[in-house]
C-alpha cells in the first residue's frame, strides 16, 4: 500500500542498484529486521522486478511502503517498519 | 479506513505465519536456484518455509556435491552453449556449458549455491533430507550439511499441509 506521506526521513538507506531478486528483498528484510518499528528504510533498486516486488514485500511483511519514485533505470521505495516507535 | 490501520489490522508475526514448502527434485546447477531463491524470499517476507531435497535435489544439501552442480550440455535447447545433441554428448560439453552459466551467475552478482544455502539457513529456512534417497543413493548423514531434518514423505506433507503454497520443482 502506497500513502503519500513523504515528511519521513529515512532511517537507513539500503543500496541494492546491480542486483537481482531475490537480493533486494532478502537485503531489505534482513535490514528492516534489525529496525524498530516506526523507522522508516530508504531502498534503491535497478532490477525491474523490485517495482512489484517491493510492493509485495512490504504487503506481506506487514510493513507500510510510504513512497515508491522511478528515476531512469532506479527506483527508490521508502517503507515503514510495522508497529509504532 | 486510512493505510496505516489496514497495515495494523494485517495479520501479526504472533498470529500465524504464512509457510511455503517445496519439493526440490533435480540436482543440476539452474535447477538449484529456483527452490533456494524462493525460500530465501519467503522468510525475507516474514513467512516460514521448509524445502524437501529428494533424489537428485539431495544433491544441493551434500557438502561435497554442493559446490560441483552441473547444468547438463546433453536434451537441454535452452541452455548457455545451444548445441545439438550429438555435439552436446562431447566430452567437456557439460563443463562448458557448466563455466559458462557460472560466469553468468558471478556476473548478475548472484551468489553461488553454497552461499544461498548459508542465507536461507541463517533466515531460519528448514531443509528436510529425503531418508529414502540417502538409502538408495548411500547418502550418509555426514555427507550433508548441518542442520538437516532426515524425513520421509510422511513428515513433509505433515509439515506441507499446513503451507499456505506448495511447489514441487
Known sequence: MIESNTNLTATETLDCTGLLCPLPVYKAGVVLNRLQPGDVLELVTTDPGALEDVPAMARQRGDLLLSAERAGETQTFRIRKRGTS | ?169
Request: charged letters at 20%; a neutral charge; proline letters at 5%.
Open chain 2, 1 to 169: 479506513m486510512t493505510a496505516e490501520a489496514l497495515a495494523s489490522a494485517a495479520p501479526t508475526a504472533e498470529t500465524r505465519r504464512k509457510r511455503l514448502a517445496l519439493v526440490a527434485s533435480k540436482g543440476t546447477l539452474d535447477q538449484a536456484y529456483p527452490p533456494l531463491i524462493l525460500a530465501t524470499t519467503a522468510v525475507s517476507l516474514g513467512w516460514e518455509a521448509g524445502i524437501y531435497f529428494t533424489f537428485f535435489g539431495l544433491d544441493i544439501l551434500h557438502q561435497e556435491r554442493f559446490r560441483k552442480l552441473k547444468l547438463a550440455s546433453l536434451a537441454n535447447p535452452s541452455g548457455p552453449v545451444q548445441l545439438p545433441n550429438l555435439l552436446g554428448a562431447l566430452p567437456g560439453a557439460t563443463a562448458a556449458a557448466t563455466k559458462m552459466m557460472k560466469k553468468w551467475m558471478k556476473d548478475a552478482r548472484m551468489p553461488e549455491v553454497p552461499e544461498f544455502i548459508d542465507m536461507s539457513r541463517e533466515l531460519g529456512v528448514r531443509f528436510f533430507a529425503c531418508s529414502t534417497t540417502m538409502g538408495v543413493m548411500g547418502v550418509k548423514e555426514s555427507d550433508l550439511i548441518d542442520g538437516c531434518d532426515i524425513a520421509g514423505a510422511a513428515a513433509f506433507l505433515d509439515y506441507a499441509a499446513e503451507a499456505d503454497v506448495q511447489l514441487f520443482i
